[in-house]
């Protein structure tokens, strides 16, 4: 386990270690609450009467339950009791449950149901209440059981306030015929007014620390109309990442905790887990190690997803890079020697790769493996020369080039061996870099060998092993300055077959059992509330292939359940 390092924290106003391919640049030229303080806004001015001001919220579904989520804004500290109501049309006529539950201070007067008793595949229409006082109406589904033939999910990860309006989240909120969202982490950032970002303000205004302060982020997060409208209209599966806590977080600190100033890392961290199971609709795993919030999905035959956990709960320190380009956000030019080498430094930690591994190799009538994870798999390199020479130069030390041998575990499950075949049709999801990327996932993209000799061939795919997508972010700073490199990038990494750094939007994946596809969607602007968007690309893995070809844009289903009204 590394130790902590402590560093004074200067303002942000670029992108910390999403700013790695700046980095780039210069390596590729030297190479060639606790109840209701909402910050004197609309909410507290509605907080002298009973209401529900934070929407309503669906997640994690199973086969026969969903979880659903409300906060009730209530005028004093007291309980209240919470009345809810499911049923199978919009206007909440074929009542299938009803119940109620106690709301109050010890869960900032969050509402959690999971309920139970459900058809499998169903689409489900939900309301709270207190009293006579009403709830909107929510929308949500079940999953699927036995033959699936079609699966449609929208990803999206980094939504920073502080840099524009949530268009994004508007756009998936639309799309009727979805059968789940996955945000891949950043929901929240704890960053102060003017640490990173300028075009709105945070509540409060300075870097949330405390359980209060944690709430109160969460809290007007859940106010944004966009956000609100996503979550009222589909169920969402998500994780975090790291600013649910705090920037590039590890274990046992992160590069934007000072413990001098800011305290214990441990008691921040359980601050950040309790609000974030507070305000969202997430199941706990595990109640006796809320760190532990790895799980996994079976979506009828269809796929099988897995959503990992990557920061704090085993992850060893970030190293040094060896040539530091940007020292306070840790990021540099380094290679696969050192430090970089040791076999037992965890990014997921044995207990959790166990388990992923166990799954991959264990879910034959899973046409597809899903893994939804939050930073980048493939290796992304500013010089690209084969493993054996220990000459590549790599750029992130957060994502999991920085990590080398434990994803060498994945690659060697992926490949197969004597005891155990190998592992086709996954398809890795990833957020964090605040920009678009397609990938073929190889072990040494850049050894032009067959793949019989451990190669990979950049022309025809050969030798990959699976695919990865990578979400742009909903607000966060891309690169916008540098889409010029994109040519040299992709020179040094052949497995890329998709780059964009400087659009804001989601992706659409639509699922058969013949392919994975997935569509980039961008935004016209963040600046303020616009309803323009467009498509870009496409790209998609075909069953039993393992790497990447064009695709097309694909057609809403024919028949979509009715949004909540």
Request: aromatic fraction near 8%.
């Amino acid at each position: 386990m590394g130790q902590q390092r402590s560093r004074r924290k200067p303002k942000r106003e670029g992108l910390d270690r999403r700013n790695f391919l700046k980095s780039a640049a210069a390596g590729l030229a030297a190479s060639t609450l606790p109840l209701l303080p909402e910050g004197g806004n609309a909410a507290q001015a509605q907080a002298a009467t009973l209401s529900f001001v934070h929407g309503v919220a669906s997640g994690d579904p199973l086969q026969d339950r969903v979880i659903l989520w409300t906060r009730v804004t209530v005028p004093g500290a007291g309980p209240v009791t919470v009345g809810y109501v499911i049923a199978t049309d919009p206007a909440l006529l074929t009542i299938v449950q009803t119940g109620s539950t106690i709301a109050d201070a010890s869960s900032d007067h969050t509402v959690k149901i999971d309920a139970a008793g459900l058809e499998a595949g169903r689409t489900y229409y939900y309301r709270f209440n207190v009293g006579t006082v009403l709830s909107p109406i929510g929308r949500t589904k079940t999953l699927p059981v036995g033959n699936v033939d079609r699966l449609r999910i929208a990803v999206a990860s980094c939504s920073s306030l502080a840099h524009g309006f949530f268009n994004a989240y508007a756009r998936i909120a639309e799309r009727a015929d979805l059968d789940l969202v996955l945000h891949l982490g950043d929901y929240i950032y704890e960053y102060g007014n003017g640490d990173f970002g300028a075009a709105r303000t945070y509540e409060p205004a300075h870097e949330i620390l405390t359980l209060a302060d944690y709430r109160q982020r969460h809290g007007q997060y859940k106010r944004e109309p966009e956000l609100q409208e996503l979550h009222r209209q589909h169920p969402i599966v998500a994780i975090w990442d790291d600013h649910e806590f705090a920037n590039n977080a590890w274990t046992g600190g992160a590069e934007n905790h000072s413990p001098d100033t800011e305290g214990d890392w441990a008691t921040r961290v359980a601050f950040a887990l309790q609000a974030y199971y507070e305000w969202m609709p997430t199941r706990v795993p595990d109640a006796n190690d809320l760190r532990r919030n790895w799980r996994n999905f079976s979506i009828g035959n269809l796929a099988d997803l897995y959503m990992l956990e990557e920061r704090v709960g085993a992850r060893d320190v970030q190293l040094e890079p060896q040539v530091a380009l940007l020292p306070e956000a840790g990021l540099g030019v380094f290679r696969q020697t050192g430090e970089f080498t040791d076999p037992a430094r965890q990014l997921l930690g044995v207990t959790q790769e166990d388990w992923l591994i166990t799954g991959l190799r264990s879910a034959p009538q899973a046409k597809w493996k899903l893994i939804g994870q939050g930073v980048m798999f493939a290796q992304l390199k500013v010089v690209g020369l084969p493993n054996a020479t220990r000459l590549s130069q790599f750029l992130n030390v957060d994502q999991w080039d920085g990590y080398n041998p434990r994803r060498d575990r994945i690659f060697d499950a992926l490949t197969g061996n004597e005891q155990n075949d190998a592992v086709d049709n996954v398809v890795v999801l990833t957020g964090d870099i605040h920009c678009s990327w397609a990938a073929d996932i190889t072990p040494d993209p850049n050894r032009l060998l067959g793949p019989r000799f451990g190669g990979y061939n950049g022309l025809t795919g050969a030798g990959s092993r699976a695919v990865e997508f990578v979400c742009t972010s909903i607000t966060s700073a891309g690169l916008d300055n540098l889409q010029a490199l994109v040519p040299v990038i992709r020179a040094n990494n052949p497995h890329f077959k998709y780059i964009n750094l400087n659009q804001r939007g989601y992706m659409l994946l639509d699922i058969t059992p013949e392919r994975v596809s997935n569509e980039w969607w961008y935004v016209d602007t963040i600046d303020r509330r616009d309803a323009g968007q467009s498509f870009a690309i496409a790209f998609e893995n075909r069953r039993n292939e393992n790497r990447l070809r064009r695709g097309t844009q694909s057609a809403p289903k024919a028949v979509a359940p009715l949004p909540a009204p």
